[in-house]
């Protein structure tokens, strides 16, 4: 576990860039109660006997008083919180950091010449732009979640804890990421705690600190790490591809006598003169035929010199799930989805 606290400026604008997940603004909505006055009619006269008139009654008006409108409830910490991060009037963040803190950013008298409060604005900005996608909650166990409108992601920050001691109230936060339904796992599990205090009946921004944990222990954040990792293996074995091709046209070019080659050693090669055999045209890694998760192979080489070949890339681990690739002298690069070079060889889907 690694503990920061009280980050300079360096760390404040990477704690921007990760908090600032969202967007929107705090609302905070005060009930106006208003009892509608009550008026007494007027009686209707008394009767009157002939022999004795009696006066008329008449009943006297009156009004209830009106009550005056509730007062406003006292903002809690993390509605402060949640104004400072993501609320889009000006002068939110500056509101909510202590004097100290407010003075040494601010020095100068212009609050946009501080490095930290005007990269934080420009991302504020971005997000507050996107309203609709944002939902804030001043209780319960998320404090706002993003979902942006056809991306099939999205965000939530979760309250692990809202510690209130007096005038100090310390608040745990942790981000969740889902895509397409599906809960995902993060390289690093942060948490944020957030210590606000009590200024002239102003929540501040006291102190922050941040821990990140990475549980080597669970199962199902290991899985997904490592699905994680083999996604990202997929892009390299194309790019891969694509350098072995290269390599084959500028290997024909160089050495028309043979053509292209169907040996990936011919194209590595380091130090000397470039030859036949060495032509150094890709780096040893990939001369070797394997890389980066996959196994590289050259065949097809038809003549001498030879006029055709076929390259292809398989995962490394064949219950990976990950996706063959392959590509011939058109340079057109194909997959196929079950990882086989053999049926993306034949029937290999054009890459888009």
Request: proline share 9%; aromatic share 6%; charged share 20%.
């Amino acid at each position: 576990m690694i503990c920061h606290r009280n980050p300079p400026e360096v760390f404040m604008r990477a704690l921007v860039a990760i908090l600032v997940l969202s967007l929107g603004s705090l609302q905070i909505s005060v009930a106006q109660m208003q009892t509608p006055s009550v008026e007494v009619p007027q009686a209707e006269p008394q009767d009157q006997t002939p022999q004795t008139p009696a006066p008329q009654a008449q009943a006297s008006q009156t009004q209830a008083p009106q009550p005056q409108a509730m007062p406003a409830p006292p903002q809690t910490a993390r509605q402060a919180l949640l104004e400072m991060f993501i609320a889009p009037k000006p002068g939110a963040l500056e509101k909510h950091l202590p004097e100290i803190t407010r003075k040494t950013l601010m020095s100068g008298g212009d609050p946009m010449k501080s490095d930290v409060l005007r990269e934080f604005v420009n991302f504020s900005a971005g997000f507050t732009a996107n309203q609709k996608s944002l939902s804030t909650f001043d209780e319960g166990p998320i404090l706002f979640a993003m979902e942006p409108a056809g991306q099939q992601e999205k965000l939530e920050v979760l309250v692990e804890r809202d510690d209130l001691m007096g005038e100090v109230d310390e608040i745990e936060l942790s981000p969740r990421v889902y895509k397409e339904g599906a809960l995902q796992s993060l390289p690093v599990v942060p948490r944020f705690t957030f210590s606000m205090k009590q200024e002239k009946e102003i929540w501040k921004l006291n102190e922050i600190a941040v821990t990140l944990r990475i549980p080597l222990a669970d199962e199902d954040y290991l899985n997904g790490l490592k699905k994680r990792q083999d996604q990202a293996m997929e892009p390299m074995a194309v790019g891969s591809i694509r350098t072995i091709n290269t390599a084959e046209i500028t290997y024909a070019a160089s050495y028309p006598d043979r053509g292209f080659t169907c040996n990936l050693a011919e194209l590595g090669g380091a130090g000397g003169e470039p030859t036949p055999e060495h032509a150094m045209l890709i780096d040893d890694t990939l001369a070797s035929g394997e890389k980066g998760g996959y196994k590289f192979s050259i065949s097809g080489c038809d003549a001498h010199p030879a006029a055709r070949y076929q390259v292809t890339a398989v995962p490394s681990d064949s219950d990976s799930g990950l996706r063959a690739f392959c590509s011939d002298e058109s340079a057109v690069v194909k997959y196929d989805a079950d990882g086989k070079a053999a049926t993306c060889l034949t029937a290999g889907v054009p890459l888009q």
